[in-house]
């Protein structure tokens, strides 16, 4: 199983920047479809981004579209999350996730390897 940590969490203000980075353990990573999603609270885990193994297929939920971007650098086994024009209503716990699979997914059943998560907060 692929181990994943998170980083790059933090408070900033609203229209600020973030990069938070996703460090996988397998140099296989490769063959990873990889994705971020964040959570709230008492909310259910939410897919943001979602990125296929050689980068050619990015998904992105509606609510982070043009202000987000997914990548990835195998040779890093890294996955990256730009966000850019942050919202108070972005602040969440972010999450990366990995399978092993061709499909780029948009649901949490669809990985199965998590990291701990990076706190995000967004002041308004």
């Known amino acids: 199983q692929v181990l994943l940590v998170e980083s790059g969490g933090g408070l900033v203000q609203a229209g600020g920047s973030l990069r938070l980075s996703c460090a996988a353990s397998?140099?296989?990573?490769?063959?990873?479809?990889m994705g971020w999603f964040r959570q709230n609270d008492g909310k259910e885990r939410e897919f943001i981004a979602g990125i296929s193994r050689r980068g050619g297929t990015i998904y992105y939920a509606d609510s982070v579209k043009g202000r987000f971007a997914i990548s990835r650098d195998n040779s890093k086994n890294t996955v990256y999350l730009q966000m850019n024009s942050l919202k108070p209503e972005d602040t969440a716990r972010y999450y990366c996730?990995?399978?092993?699979?061709?499909?780029?997914?948009?649901?949490?059943?669809?990985?199965?390897?998590w990291g701990q998560g990076t706190q995000v907060t967004v002041s308004s």
């Open positions: 397998d140099r296989t990573i490769s063959t990873y479809v």
């Open positions: 996730a990995a399978k092993q699979t061709a499909v780029v997914g948009r649901s949490v059943g669809n990985y199965d390897a």
